[in-house]
């Protein structure tokens, strides 16, 4: 899935990044909810919410963005 832009921001395919990062990703079907994971840090996000979780050392920080993950044909975009 190529870049796209909706409501004015360049939407990215989240796997190829996070992989690009040296993380390992994860999808859960049921909850929509996107895991990262590089080393010790765990970072989570659920499509259409604002909200990127942050585990590092036993602390989660909520971190706000600006634009929520989508779906776009069967890929989920940040």
Same mark, same amino acid.
């Given at each position: 899935?190529?870049a796209v832009? /909706?409501d004015? =921001?360049?939407?990215? +395919?989240v =796997? /190829?990044?996070a992989?690009?990062?040296g993380c390992?990703? *994860?999808w *859960?079907?049921?909850t929509?909810?996107?895991t990262?994971?590089? !080393?010790?840090?765990?970072a $989570? #996000? /659920?499509? !259409?919410e604002?909200?990127?979780n942050?585990?590092?050392n !036993?602390?989660? $920080?909520a #971190?706000?963005? *600006?634009? +929520?993950?989508?779906?776009? %044909? %069967? =890929?989920?975009m940040v």
């Amino acid at each position: 899935q190529p870049a796209v832009i /909706v409501d004015s =921001r360049t939407m990215v +395919p989240v =796997r /190829v990044i996070a992989e690009t990062l040296g993380c390992e990703v *994860d999808w *859960d079907v049921e909850t929509k909810t996107v895991t990262f994971t590089q !080393g010790s840090i765990v970072a $989570t #996000m /659920v499509v !259409g919410e604002k909200t990127l979780n942050v585990t590092n050392n !036993g602390v989660t $920080t909520a #971190m706000e963005i *600006d634009t +929520p993950a989508v779906i776009i %044909n %069967n =890929r989920t975009m940040v």
